[in-house]
């Protein structure tokens, strides 16, 4: 029977990445399109951490990797490692998130495995051995429909456009295995984290970004997303003058999310920024500007200076409470 491998990630304090749910439920998908098994790896110091958050997920087995040199994500160490256990286990389909472990590790395995592969897709269809991925091109504005031709087939995944696993399902069998760990040229260094009272942007249920609009100030922005529980994103241009820090960037060559609410104030809406947040549940557009694109895209829209309507929405809000 064919086998999809899904590569689960750890976070640094120890915590199973939440994008990786996301591409064990597309790993489920394909499973059942491809008519395979769904297995799922997890490498690190301690990966035990969570073992039982994954194994019962829908998976038929989760592999296990547990090595002192695994510690801290190097890409020049889990390549080899998981090029073996693919080998080893006769996987038809490798794939992961598409985080910046995942876009960093994905490609180097790929070419390991001597593997086609494709990127941050967004959809599945076909079955047995016909099944093709779909993936954005040119900023989300045409899909392409591939279809990888060599043995082993890797791809990574746009976590909002899959549903999470559920847990609670039937426990997976766990198997440990000793990684072999090849000497890398690269040494860990230190790991500088943003650490920030919000949620996490990729993973916030709410989303309030600004734009140009802002002028630089993000007062009433982060403001409204603390009475919120928000995080706090921004537009390409705001992160390229200096006024947020650029990890906060929302867009093609930022970060995608999909959140419940997604709050753009003094956003126009360009291509770039829209490939990142259109997907959105519901998206609130505040804008001078009638004629911005970002109202294209909106549920709701409001042609006013986003300096008014912020303090007047945090003033309603604090009334419901």
Same mark, same amino acid.
């Given at each position: ?45 301690? $990966?035990? *951490? /969570?073992?039982?958050?994954?194994? @019962?997920?829908? !998976?038929? &087995?989760?592999?296990?990797? =547990? +090595? %002192? #040199? ?80 060599? $043995?082993? *087939? /890797?791809?990574?995944?746009?976590? @909002?456009?899959? !549903?999470? &696993?559920?847990?609670?399902? =039937? +426990? %997976? #069998? ?100 829209? +490939? ?46």
């Amino acid at each position: 029977m064919p086998i999809v491998l899904i590569v689960a990630e750890q976070q640094p304090d120890g915590h199973l990445r939440k994008a990786s749910l996301n591409a064990i439920g597309a790993g489920k998908q394909l499973a059942d399109k491809a008519g395979a098994e769904l297995h799922i790896a997890i490498l690190g110091k301690d $990966p035990a *951490k /969570v073992v039982d958050e994954l194994k @019962t997920t829908g !998976a038929k &087995a989760v592999h296990v990797g =547990a +090595a %002192a #040199e695994l510690e801290h994500y190097l890409a020049e160490t889990y390549a080899p490692v998981l090029s073996t256990l693919a080998t080893e286990l006769k996987a038809d389909y490798v794939g992961m998130a598409s985080t910046a472990q995942g876009k960093d590790l994905m490609p180097r395995l790929a070419a390991r495995l001597k593997a086609a592969m494709a990127t941050d897709i967004t959809g599945l269809n076909g079955s047995g051995a016909d099944v093709t991925f779909t993936r954005p091109m040119w900023a989300g504005n045409v899909f392409a429909e591939v279809k990888l031709t060599t $043995p082993v *087939k /890797v791809f990574t995944v746009r976590a @909002t456009e899959f !549903a999470a &696993a559920a847990g609670g399902q =039937a +426990a %997976a #069998e766990v198997k440990t295995f000793a990684p072999k760990v090849e000497a890398s040229k690269t040494k860990f260094v230190e790991f500088k984290e943003v650490k920030s009272a919000r949620p996490e942007l990729t993973e916030a249920r709410v989303v309030i970004s600004g734009g140009r609009g802002t002028k630089g100030d993000f007062k009433e922005i982060e403001a409204l997303a603390d009475d919120l529980g928000a995080a706090v994103g921004a537009s390409r241009a705001v992160c390229d003058a200096g006024w947020v820090p650029n990890d906060l960037q929302v867009g093609q060559t930022g970060k995608v999310v999909a959140p419940a609410l997604y709050i753009a104030a003094g956003i126009s809406g360009a291509i770039q920024h829209l +490939a990142g947040m259109k997907s959105s549940k519901t998206i609130v557009a505040i804008n001078k500007d009638a004629e911005a694109p970002i109202f294209q895209v909106a549920d709701y829209g409001i042609v006013a200076d986003l300096f008014k309507v912020l303090p007047e929405l945090r003033a309603e809000l604090q009334k419901l409470k």
